[in-house]
């Protein structure tokens, strides 16, 4: 079923306004524009699905806002970021209740990043054709194979969901998934904050002044990719803005010296914001300058606690089928190795249940790992000698 018109998206919404859960999906395009280019749809109720075409002439999308919105009515997605992102962005608000497949997946042994595909296969027996996975979703009109295709995305879901569910509530997990969809129904998750954009690249600044140029040259280039609706790197690219911050211009002739960047750049409007920018970020008082991530300094003889830990989690992942992504990072099991008090996600809720606990008393030797029929194997240590 494909919807074009307000009056049947109207009617399809009010059939499910009273049912437990919708399957929710989209399609976009976004390789040539900062903004996400919605093109189409896809929800799935309890007996009946339909691909919405939000860029059909006139078509209203409030009475599916609405759905989103719904308290009462559970929204499943699978991989769910990118997809909530598209309709904050819309509404300003986030789809809750939410559940996301992918997520309960790692819960429920299917590894670190389940596909679809693999789900679908696996709970739902269905074979996916994927050849319509990158046509053009903007071109008009849709093919009947791109409306299949896209359909299917959430008629399979409503059994990977179920299955899902069902494994969750024998194992007596639903409340790990619903922990971890605090962060996916979180607006923060999806507000863009120009001015702190710059602890996003992946090179550290260490000194504070640097740090102060990078953050007002990364809130300018957002900023404008905004403006222009295309992606960051089509206004300046990452190696052209840390060249920048490292060697600040003061002028026209010393951005012109900037590798990467071409004279009609340097003449423009943007380049003379570009230097007022980096003038900004020059005259910001030295005490108020960005401070940067705190750098843990690793304990001496670290390494081997690291080790030990390491083959611990992979002890507790595979004996309880939990995606070791999901339990621990790797900076947080190294906050682990040095402090006891560690705060970090891994000595809270479940994951504290599931491997902090464990994890403190094999640093204090009250537990031991061993190895019996090719499998790791955590043993009670023998009580000391008094």
């Not at 999308?61 to 962005?89: G, M, S, T």
């Not at 590894?111 to 979703?137: C, M, N, P, Q, V």
């Amino acid at each position: 079923m494909l919807i074009t018109t307000t009056a049947q998206l109207t009617e399809f919404c009010a059939t499910l306004s009273d049912v437990d859960f919708v399957t929710v999906d989209t399609e976009f395009m976004r390789e040539r524009t900062y903004w996400p280019n919605l093109c189409l749809i896809q929800v799935g109720g309890p007996h009946a699905a339909a691909a919405i075409d939000p860029l059909a002439e006139g078509i209203d999308l409030k009475p599916l806002f609405a759905l989103l919105a719904n308290p009462k009515v559970l929204k499943v997605f699978h991989a769910a970021r990118q997809d909530v992102e598209i309709f904050y962005n819309l509404t300003g608000t986030v789809p809750a209740p939410m559940f996301d497949t992918q997520v309960a997946a790692m819960v429920c042994g299917f590894g670190e990043a389940a596909s679809y595909e693999t789900l679908a296969g696996t709970l739902a027996s269905a074979k996916i054709d994927k050849s319509s996975r990158f046509t053009d979703w903007a071109r008009r009109p849709l093919t009947e194979k791109q409306t299949d295709y896209a359909l299917g995305d959430v008629t399979h879901l409503r059994l990977v969901y179920e299955k899902l569910n069902e494994r969750l509530a024998k194992t007596k997990r639903t409340e790990w998934v619903r922990e971890e969809m605090a962060t996916l129904t979180n607006p923060a998750t999806y507000k863009i904050e120009p001015m702190e954009i710059w602890r996003r690249f992946k090179w550290r600044a260490e000194k504070p002044r640097l740090r102060a140029i990078l953050r007002e040259l990364a809130a300018w280039r957002e900023i404008e990719a905004q403006r222009l609706n295309v992606p960051r790197g089509r206004v300046l690219r990452d190696e052209a803005l840390a060249e920048i911050a490292h060697h600040p211009p003061k002028d026209g002739h010393e951005l012109a010296r900037i590798r990467g960047l071409h004279t009609g750049f340097v003449e423009s409007r943007q380049g003379k914001e570009v230097l007022e920018a980096v003038a900004r970020g020059l005259a910001v008082p030295h005490d108020q300058c960005p401070t940067g991530e705190e750098r843990r300094i690793p304990s001496r003889g670290i390494g081997p606690v690291m080790d030990l830990l390491k083959v611990l989690l992979k002890q507790v992942s595979e004996e309880n089928d939990v995606a070791a992504k999901l339990i621990v990072t790797t900076d947080d099991l190294e906050a682990i190795a040095s402090d006891d008090e560690a705060n970090v996600p891994a000595m809270h809720g479940w994951r504290r249940e599931l491997f902090g606990n464990v994890a403190l008393k094999l640093k204090r030797g009250e537990v031991a790992l061993s190895v019996k029929d090719h499998k790791i194997r955590l043993l009670e240590a023998p009580a000391k000698a008094k």
